[in-house]
């Protein structure tokens, strides 16, 4: 298809990756996708056997990330539209959770997406153009019993990426950090590592499981369409709420950080600073 664009996709082999794989790919775009495991990507590369190239990657081998971007970017001479997505979650409370599951989480969910993002600044910088989505969540702007860890590296993802926004945007590249709804992505399945419970926690554990109950959400394909419409906005916000539910609950938290702001301004206040 001509001025057909490349798209690097982490994390692609299953959920929101390959929803938005599928999707480029049924637009007549290129896709690099990149998963640990890309065996699950074999129907997809028989569909589309010339615009569909896999990589085997692990984002948190920051070499092999940076060997990666050089084989997307020469496998349809550049890249456009990188999307960060690759991710796991760690479930459980703050205190149960060892050492190797804390750094292994952010090693994946954070420190995994700056690699990706220093790897291709390079490459859209020449060219002078380029869209990076960050994949974060809805539940970034504040933490949740359970999925603590989750949180802060999505935070921190956030956060980095704004500052990231602002230093490459003299250079024609755009960057959104795309704060997603729940979606039926087998997260909580096949995406976790569950620290080992303590019975202290018990009963929080079954309220939280009565609060989240059984609804897995919507496909990750009801997403897609989202992400096609921001790749090609000419001026993309820095940052989106993806889905109708999650943008409503978001606009509550919002509100109720700032009553509790509000209450406490007399002691805020107290201080100069």
Request: charged residues 20%; proline residues 5%; glycine residues 10%.
């Amino acid at each position: 298809m001509p001025n057909a664009r490349t798209w690097f996709i982490t994390g692609a082999s299953r959920g929101l990756g390959r929803a938005f794989a599928e999707a480029a790919l049924s637009a007549g775009e290129h896709v690099v996708a990149a998963a640990r495991d890309v065996e699950p990507l074999a129907e997809l590369a028989e569909k589309y056997p010339d615009d569909l190239v896999r990589l085997t990657l692990d984002v948190s081998d920051r070499r092999a990330v940076f060997e990666a971007v050089e084989r997307a970017a020469a496998a349809f001479g550049r890249l456009d539209v990188v999307v960060n997505n690759a991710g796991g979650l760690l479930y459980g409370m703050v205190e149960e959770a060892t050492e190797e599951q804390i750094r292994d989480h952010l090693d994946v969910n954070f420190f995994g997406a700056v690699w990706v993002a220093q790897a291709v600044i390079p490459h859209l910088r020449a060219q002078g153009s380029g869209r990076i989505l960050q994949v974060t969540s809805m539940g970034s702007s504040g933490g949740m019993a359970s999925v603590g860890f989750y949180g802060a590296g999505k935070a921190a993802l956030d956060s980095v990426s704004e500052a990231l926004a602002m230093e490459v945007e003299q250079f024609g590249i755009r960057v959104t950090n795309v704060q997603m709804g729940g979606y039926a992505t087998g997260l909580f399945t096949a995406g976790t590592t569950a620290t080992t419970p303590d019975p202290a926690y018990e009963t929080l554990r079954a309220q939280l499981a009565e609060m989240w109950g059984e609804d897995a959400g919507p496909d990750p394909s009801t997403a897609a369409p989202v992400i096609m419409k921001l790749a090609e906005l000419p001026e993309p916000p820095r940052r989106l709420i993806v889905g109708s539910r999650s943008y409503d609950l978001v606009q509550e938290m919002n509100e109720a950080r700032v009553d509790q702001y509000r209450t406490w301004e007399p002691l805020s206040r107290m201080a100069p600073g």
